[in-house]
């Protein structure tokens, strides 16, 4: 009798443990399907680990700070983080992913390459993507995706053009080109060179394709050797560009380095060590908002990623369509996001054009000076 009433006990235990169980899951599910899903997409291992966590990162910081504010009527943001290993293949198959998803909008890709194809899935299914670090002219450029693709940094005409005033500006006369094998490199070099060659007495005396990842530059070196330039501009991201520069100036040669946006993240300084001193690189303004800069430091333990910035704007922009069409639409969304007009970000106001890229781009110059960037203009 004893072990009968035991069992019995036992039974109506897991029943109720269960049925619990059950309820809780349920309430899970709810609060799941009640929330708005938004996605971020950028590498977060590998070359470009540095700049795409910085993109998660910001991204991250914009949802949380939203959430304790009670979230969007209410209802929590959910963001779905994805590594898309910086591989056009890789990336494509994310979009695919996140279309299933059935997120309201994408935060994302870094790479050109990847942000071109995704953007095609991200539009066929009505889902707009802001992309923090893709410069490709290209990207914006197309009739089918126009309506859902937007960035929050400029172009690569806009930067090539920056970057020529200024060796113009430095007076700078024999000029090298080194680029990646990505089409972020030959989209900007090619801008670059395009306003060089416009101008008066400056020559390119050097262009050559490096393959990202690459260990030995002694073969451009030596090369770069016999042309004696007043300037390499290099165009890629911070780990290739301070393995170059380490041995650059091992070569005994002290050419001034001007570096793209790609390299601006100081794991470049950490990795290049003192052989970064005096480095020029591009990159978005001075983030000034402190609040902001504490708020990062406090939950991530580091200063500032290269794309953290206008991450967190993209990422408010996005919010701040959902709030205003107040649906799951993304389409809705997308057409809010077109609307943006003066959004107060951290990097300026933010207005779109027609194509979805910024009315009023910036970038600034940097030189490092005792292993911090220090902004030139």
Known sequence: MMRNKKSIVCCLLSVVFLFGCSKIQKTSQLVENDAYKIAVAAPQ????????????????????LKNQLGGIDGKKIKLIAVDDGGLAGEGTWRARSLVDEMVLGVIG???????????????KAMI??????STNPFFTERKPVMGYVFRTIGRDDQQGELSARFAISQHFKKIAVLHNNRDYGASLASEFVNQINSAKDLEIVFYEVYKVGSNDFSKEINNLKTKLPDLVFFVGEYGDAAKFLKQLRGAGL????????????????????????????????EVKDKKFLEDYKNKFGKELGSYSANSFDATNILISAIEKVKEKNPDKIAKA?????????????????????????????????????????
């Not at 291992?45 to 949380?64: E, H, K, R």
């Not at 100081?266 to 978005?284: C, D, M, T, W, Y």
């Open 337 to 377: 996001i077109q609307e943006t007009k003066n959004f107060p970000g951290l990097t300026g106001n933010i207005s779109f054009d027609e194509k979805g890229d910024l009315v009023d781009p910036k970038f600034s110059i940097y030189v490092v000076k005792n292993g911090m960037f220090v902004t030139v203009q």
């Open 128 to 133: 707009p993507e802001i992309s923090p670090g």
């Open 254 to 285: 002290k050419t001034a380095f001007l570096g793209s946006e790609g390299v601006f993240d100081q794991e470049f300084i950490n990795s290049a060590k003192g052989h970064s001193e005096r480095a020029l690189v591009i990159s978005l303004p």
């Open 109 to 123: 890709h870094l790479n050109s390459d990847i942000s071109i194809p995704a953007s095609e899935i991200y539009s």
């Open 45 to 64: 291992f590998g070359p470009y680990q540095a700049l795409g966590v910085s993109i998660v990162n910001g991204a991250q910081l914009a949802v949380d």
